[in-house]
């Protein structure tokens, strides 16, 4: 069975700061992989999802980005942070035949 | 444009029925899956229809109805702990792997 690694857990940055949440999957080879951010209370947005090393779909136009630098490595950055970039980032791959996400502990990004 | 719609809040209590209707709107389908968020924890992976029809694990089933473009969750004998927020999804395409989900229903069982 699949593994998410995905850090850091938790983290506060001020505005204008860069940011770096890194994903590794354990497992599996060649998944799906996707990131997504929820806000308090509310439903996940699909910012970034990719089917392969170096293949990135973006969702949202929005300062964040995505890499996959390897199969099994998901990065989201960005280069200066938003008070509205604030949220639970949730790195997640798909297995089996379709449908079935299997999501990390999340993100817990807060931007004062 | 794409967009999934489910009731913002439903209300049981213990041991009852509760049913969460999906209803979706995308340019392309392949299944819809149901997902359930405790309060501060990730969502898990409840079940997935790709065909027409009922699916049943254990208290949760969920059915599709593609030509409705409409699906549900329905969750028997109900107990506290499954009071959380339920998420439907739509697996959009193999191909392109797009996957994205509903604003969720928040379920609260009562005693």
């Known amino acids: 069975s699949q593994t998410i690694h995905q850090w850091p857990a938790t983290l506060v940055q001020p505005v204008g700061s860069p940011l770096s949440l890194e994903c590794t999957v354990e497992?599996?080879?060649?998944?799906?992989l996707y990131w997504y951010r929820q806000a308090a209370g509310r439903g996940l947005q699909l910012l970034f999802y990719?089917?392969?090393?170096?293949?990135i779909s973006s969702e949202v136009p929005q300062n964040l980005s995505a890499s996959r630098p390897q199969d099994r490595q998901f990065i989201l950055s960005s280069k200066k942070l938003l008070l509205s970039d604030s949220g639970f980032y949730l790195c997640?791959?798909?297995?089996?035949?379709?449908?079935?996400?299997?999501f990390g502990e999340g993100s817990r990004l807060t931007v004062l | 444009g794409q967009s999934l719609e489910q009731p913002s809040e439903v209300t049981a209590v213990e041991g009852a029925i509760v049913q969460i209707n999906c209803t979706y709107q995308?340019?392309?389908?392949?299944?819809l899956s149901w997902y359930q968020q405790h309060d501060g924890g990730a969502p898990t992976f409840l079940s997935y229809?790709?065909?027409?029809g009922l699916e049943e694990t254990g208290r949760f089933s969920s059915f599709l109805s593609r030509s409705d473009s409409y699906g549900y969750l329905l969750l028997q004998e109900l107990q506290m702990k499954d009071s959380a927020s339920y998420f439907c999804?739509?697996?959009?395409?193999?191909?392109?792997?797009?996957?994205?989900f509903g604003q969720g229903t928040t379920l609260q069982v009562k005693p």
């Open positions: 997640a791959c798909l297995t089996g035949g379709g449908g079935e996400l299997f």
């Open positions: 497992g599996t080879s060649n998944p799906n």
């Open positions: 990719s089917v392969g090393i170096g293949q």
């Open positions: 995308t340019s392309g389908f392949y299944g």
């Open positions: 229809n790709a065909l027409d």
């Open positions: 999804a739509v697996y959009g395409s193999s191909n392109t792997g797009k996957l994205i």
